[in-house]
Every structure is written in C-alpha cells, then in structure tokens.
C-alpha cells in the first residue's frame, strides 16, 4: 500500500501523461546542475496557488522563456524581458513571480561565487531539518515560503517524502544516494 498520494495518484495514469512522466522521471531525482535546480525552483514558485499538472504541461514553455533556466542571462534581465515575460500566455503570468524569478537568479550568481555552485551551497546546507531550510530560503530568495521550499528540497532529493518506499521509482533514486538518504 503507497502512503504518498503523488505516487497513489500517478500509479494508474497512462505512461504518457505529463505527471506520470514527471513522478517516474524526475520527481524526487538529485539533480547535479545548477540551471536544471534554479529551473525547478522556478517551477515550485510558479505553482504557487495553482495545480501542478498546470505547471508541468506548461513546463516546456518555460525553458523557452526563461532561457532554458540559464541563471547567467536571467540574472541579467531587462524591463523588456520582464516584459515579455509578462505578455507570454504559454507561462504563468505573474508579475511577482517574474521578479522572484529575476531576483532569485542574482542571489544563485552569489552562492555560485561564494561556494562554487548552487549546488555546493545546498550540500554545505545539509542536512537541516524542513523549518531550517525553509527559514533559511526565506533569507535568500523571495517568494520562497514552506511549501515552495519543501516541494524544491523534496523535488530535488534534498528532503525525503517525494516518493513512498513502496513505490517502484524509490529504488531507482536511492541508488542515485540522494541526500535525504545521507542519515537515515
């Protein structure tokens, strides 16, 4: 019996379907480069208030516009990038997640600088338990509450609970060692 009701859920959809896809392919996969976490974390922001299904059938649609989540040029966006950003009905249209987006990839440029990577910044990080992480995120990035911070540490391997034990895709990410896996 799966407790996780992600996997419950995504157990009897057809194999082409964006979210049965996403839960056996990605959901809950350690993710190695710093684009493809900074594009995930842009993802969580942008479901806020919305079903992820909406997010993960636009989800092509924002590695176009947003540059295939290069951190470098979102770093560097312009008002006209807003702009366009703002006017792109393949995307969520939300100006403070547009900002958050642009923000947030300053900040990444940052820990990049300071400790290598983004990705290096999370490992130092670990582990901490959800209400650290999510202070901490609070700290760095905007609009980055509890379950925004949750669903990226748990979308990313970072925090456990993306998969249920039972389910056929845990084996496959635990012999990838994510963290969440470090100290049990």
Known sequence: MMENTYCKHCLNLPDHSVEKIYHDTQYGFPINDDNELFGRLI????????SWITIL?????????????NIQKIAG???NDRERLLSNAGIIRNKLKVNAAIYNANVILGLQEEYGSFKNWLDLNHPLSREEWVKLFKTKFKFTGGEITNEFLM???????AHSENCPVYSSIAA?????LENK
């Open 155 to 161: 979308s990313t391997g970072y925090l456990p609970g």
């Open 57 to 69: 059938k636009k989800q092509d649609n924002f590695v176009e516009a947003y540059d295939k989540f």
């Open 43 to 50: 993802l969580e922001i942008n479901q806020a208030g919305l």
């Open 77 to 79: 966006y312009t008002e």
């Open 176 to 180: 990838m060692n994510p963290k969440f």
